[in-house]
T-cell receptor, first 116, second 113 residues
Framework: GESVGLHLPTLSVQEGDNSIINCAYSNSASDYFIWYKQESGKGPQFIIDIRSNMDKRQGQRVTVLLNKTVKHLSLQIAATQPGDSAVYFCAEKTAVVKAAGNKLTFGGGTRVLVKP | DAGVTQSPTHLIKTRGQQVTLRCSPKSGHDTVSWYQQALGQGPQFIFQYYEEEERQRGNFPDRFSGHQFPNYSSELNVNALLLGDSALYLC????????????FGPGTRLTVL
C-alpha cells in the first residue's frame, strides 16, 4: 500500500555539524511533501514543504531535496543546534481532487540527538 | 495570531466510556483534520472536516465520529473506548483555498484504563 518511511530511526550528530534525514515514499502520485519536527510532549511543528514540480527548496538553516526518480526525500539541517533535538517526520499528500480532501500520510519518524 | 488549540490536554477514561475532544483552528483556517498518534509512531489520519461536513476519512471504525461548527472549530468523539485507543490525538488546521500546509495543535493525551 501507500506508505512513507524513513531509513534511519535514530541520528546522532555533533553540535555544529550538518544533519541529513532521509525519507522514502512509495506513491508516485504524491504531489506535496512536508517535514515536521516534534518535540517531546508537543504536536508536530511545520518545518518546510515542497511540491512535486520542484527539486529543492530552502528555508532558514533547512533544505529539502526531492528526487522523484527514486521517490526519495531528504531534509538537511545546517549547523545543527541542541534545540534541533527532536523526532522528525516526513509526510506526503496524494494528488486528488481538492474537494476530496488533503490528508497527510506520515512515516514512522527519525529521532535526532545533538551531542554538545 | 492564535495557533491551533486543543482541549483538554490530558484525559483518563475507562474501557467502554465515551470521550469528546475539542479543537479550535488557527485564525483564518477553515479546514480541520484529526490524527491519532500512538507512542513511538507517526500520526495516522482519522478524518477531515470542511464546511461542517466530513469530506475524507481514514481507516478508523465508526466509533470515531466528529463534528465541525460554523466557527470552524471541531470535536472528535470516540465511543465504546478500547485500551488500544490510548494515544495522542492531534488536530491540524489548514485553509482550503490556499496551500495544503496543515498546522498542528499540541494534542490531547488520552489514556484508557
Amino acid at each position: 500500500g501507500e506508505s512513507v518511511g524513513l531509513h534511519l530511526p535514530t541520528l546522532s550528530v555533533q553540535e555544529g555539524d550538518n544533519s541529513i534525514i532521509n525519507c522514502a515514499y512509495s506513491n508516485s502520485a504524491s504531489d506535496y511533501f512536508i517535514w515536521y519536527k516534534q518535540e517531546s510532549g508537543k504536536g508536530p511543528q511545520f518545518i518546510i514543504d515542497i511540491r512535486s514540480n520542484m527539486d529543492k527548496r530552502q528555508g532558514q538553516r533547512v533544505t529539502v531535496l526531492l528526487n522523484k526518480t527514486v521517490k526519495h526525500l531528504s531534509l538537511q539541517i545546517a549547523a545543527t543546534q541542541p534545540g534541533d533535538s527532536a523526532v522528525y517526520f516526513c509526510a506526503e499528500k496524494t494528488a486528488v481532487v481538492k474537494a476530496a480532501g488533503n490528508k497527510l500520510t506520515f512515516g514512522g519518524g527519525t529521532r535526532v540527538l545533538v551531542k554538545p | 495570531d492564535a495557533g491551533v488549540t486543543q482541549s483538554p490536554t490530558h484525559l483518563i477514561k475507562t474501557r467502554g466510556q465515551q470521550v469528546t475532544l475539542r479543537c479550535s483552528p488557527k485564525s483564518g483556517h477553515d479546514t480541520v483534520s484529526w490524527y491519532q498518534q500512538a507512542l513511538g509512531q507517526g500520526p495516522q489520519f482519522i478524518f477531515q472536516y470542511y464546511e461542517e461536513e466530513e469530506r475524507q476519512r481514514g481507516n478508523f471504525p465508526d466509533r470515531f465520529s466528529g463534528h465541525q461548527f460554523p466557527n470552524y472549530s471541531s470535536e472528535l468523539n470516540v465511543n465504546a473506548l478500547l485500551l488500544g485507543d490510548s494515544a495522542l490525538y492531534l488536530c491540524a488546521s489548514s485553509l482550503d483555498s490556499s496551500t495544503d500546509t496543515q498546522y498542528f495543535g499540541p494534542g490531547t493525551r488520552l489514556t484508557v484504563l
